[in-house]
């Protein structure tokens, strides 16, 4: 069963950035589109960035310009910087492959303000 494991959460004042990362043991990593999403308290969880196996970058519009996703094929990892985080931007942040697979622990993001 393929596994994600996300860390670099932290608390953050507003304004702030962070790195989030994502590691993975799926063998074939590399020709699966990879996303971020989020999930609030008490809300549903919900996609903030995708990057596909071309290159193509899609943002959320809460965080276009804020938020830059990347990814190592040779490292079978995948990346989130988080810049001017604002307090809205609080949420359990996780990583997946698109078609979604099992999802993982998910690492806390929160923004203070």
């Known amino acids: 069963q393929v596994q994600f494991v996300e860390s670099g959460g932290g608390l953050v004042q507003a304004g702030g950035s962070l790195r989030l990362s994502c590691a993975t043991s799926?063998?074939?990593?590399?020709?699966?589109?990879m996303g971020w999403y989020r999930q609030a308290p008490g809300k549903q969880r919900e996609w903030v960035a995708l990057l596909s196996t071309a290159g193509v970058r899609t943002y959320a519009d809460s965080v276009k310009g804020r938020f830059t996703i990347s990814r190592d094929n040779a490292k079978n990892a995948v990346y989130l910087q988080m810049n001017s985080l604002k307090p809205e931007d609080t949420a359990v942040y996780y990583c997946?492959?698109?078609?979604?697979?099992?999802w993982g622990q998910g690492t806390q993001v929160t923004v203070s303000s």
């Open positions: 799926e063998s074939t990593f590399s020709v699966n589109a």
């Open positions: 997946n492959r698109i078609p979604n697979g099992s």
